[in-house]
């Protein structure tokens, strides 16, 4: 289980000439679009959030070339929030009667 008492932050990384454009543009896209949506108690929210500030994360260790390890850190990352993402959304799905 993966733990969404973390602290996100409000404010989405100022784009730079350090991050890599085709990872941060997306990353940016989606952390504005949750912005949208209130997110306190919201674990789905919260999961889309954190997973665009790691897409972040990823650009800028991708345009650094960045410490290997690190870079497979952050995707581990992104891939766990991506799957609680999917999970919370196939919960609410099943709630929603068509």
Do not use: T
Not at 12 to 29: C, G, N, T
Request: hydrophobic residues 45%.
């Amino acid at each position: 289980m993966i733990d969404l008492y973390f602290e996100i932050k409000e404010e989405f990384p100022s784009d730079d000439s350090d991050a890599d454009q085709d990872i941060y543009l997306p990353a940016k896209e989606l952390f504005d679009e949750v912005n949208k949506w209130m997110a306190k108690g919201n674990s789905l929210i919260d999961a889309a959030k954190k997973m665009a500030l790691l897409m972040a994360e990823m650009s800028r260790l991708v345009q650094e070339g960045g410490d290997k390890r690190e870079l497979i850190r952050c995707a581990h990352e992104i891939v766990k929030y991506g799957q609680l993402v999917a999970k919370l959304s196939r919960e609410i799905s099943a709630k929603v009667e068509i």
